[in-house]
């Protein structure tokens, strides 16, 4: 599977432990997402970027942080802050970032919690 | 915001029956809705999608269709076959950004 990657596909955390999952894309896409899913619920927009050096809160941002150096990555850090973090995390991209475009999804990130 | 809800959250169907999963939505604003299919172990990728000056649309098996006025859409799988068995997404946007809001999933089992 090319397109967008994300790593590692298993993590565990820590308590007060930031831990960081990776996301990268090949797409030449300008936006990207985090998403989370939790058993039995939709997936929740966390944080997305249209453009480089730049990014905007989802629905559930607290607890979480994120950068946007370079398009091709889009890293998401879980810090300590967040305290249910244990859920599969999706990683998503798209053209550009507007309405009706397709999501490329990544093959996700399961966090839990040591 | 936007709130969508998805209905069955589990489905079990016989091999070549049909089945439909529905979705309805709060925001008469929205108006691009896809799904995405979700295998096990594997990342949901989008089977198809409906833009809401669209009533219905239809690829192979698979159908969606759209009440604007009701606020819901559905999709219709005929003839299911054993690889259909996965968990099924509905999703809705509206214009001004990619912001999508999910269902909670529908799993589709297919008995053979």
């Known amino acids: 599977d090319g397109g967008i990657t994300q790593s590692p596909k298993y993590l565990f955390r820590k308590e007060g432990q930031n831990v960081t999952l990776s996301c990268e894309q090949n797409?030449?896409?300008?936006?990207m997402y985090w998403y989370r899913q939790d058993p039995g619920q939709g997936l929740r927009l966390i944080y997305y970027?249209?453009?480089?050096?730049?990014?905007q809160k989802g629905d559930i941002a607290e607890g979480y942080s994120v950068s946007r150096e370079k398009k091709e990555s889009f890293p998401l850090t879980v810090t300590s802050a967040q305290k249910n973090p244990t859920a599969f995390y999706l990683c998503?991209?798209?053209?550009?970032?507007?309405?009706?475009?397709?999501?490329?999804f990544g093959s996700g990130t399961q966090l839990s919690v040591l | 915001g936007e709130n969508v809800e998805q209905h069955p959250s589990t489905l079990s169907v016989q091999e070549g029956d049909s089945a439909v999963i529905k979705c309805t939505y709060s925001d008469s604003a929205s108006n691009y809705f896809p799904w995405y299919k979700q295998e096990l172990g594997k990342r949901p990728q989008l089977i198809i999608d409906i833009r809401s000056n669209v009533g219905e649309k239809k690829d192979q098996r698979i159908a969606v269709t759209l009440n604007k006025t009701a606020k819901h859409f559905s999709l219709h799988i005929t003839e299911t076959q054993p690889e259909d068995s996965a968990v099924y997404f509905c999703?809705?946007?509206?214009?001004?950004?990619?912001?999508?809001?999910f269902g909670s999933g529908t799993k589709l089992n297919v008995k053979p």
């Open positions: 970027s249209q453009i480089v050096n730049d990014f």
């Open positions: 797409l030449n896409h300008d936006a």
């Open positions: 998503a991209s798209s053209m550009t970032g507007g309405a009706g475009e397709k999501l490329f």
């Open positions: 999703a809705a946007s509206q214009y001004n950004f990619n912001k999508f809001y």
